[in-house]
């Protein structure tokens, strides 16, 4: 068998080390919407305009503090569905190899991009778009 994959007790390291930063968005997360008065079911929007229309129509700051945390749930969002990639690219065994050249990704770059497709080598490559000679 080509060395290329990580095999199943790596895989589950890294499950878990994946699912721990979940959790912890998704605490980060019920924080934001706590301070933004959103319910649960993550209604933002409708929140947004019902409050802010009647309530806070002069209150700056706070519409600013209102719009911050908005930002920031939106990019926590993004980030927990890449993690969430990242935890379906494991479980149907994708996780770690190159999409390009097929080699294993090392551990490092995994647990510092978790949904990371590409080794750095064909990234690089990529990025420089070199024209072949
Ligand atoms: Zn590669």
Redesign the pocket.
Known sequence: MANNRYNKKDLERFRKEIQNRVDKLNGTMDGIRDDLNINSKGNASLAQDSVYSVHMADAGTDSYEREKGFHLMNRETDYINFLNLALQRIESGDFGV?A????K?PEERMMEVPNAT??V??KEGEKLNLPKS
């Open positions: 190159c390009v050249c097929g080699e990704i590409k080794c080598s064909c």
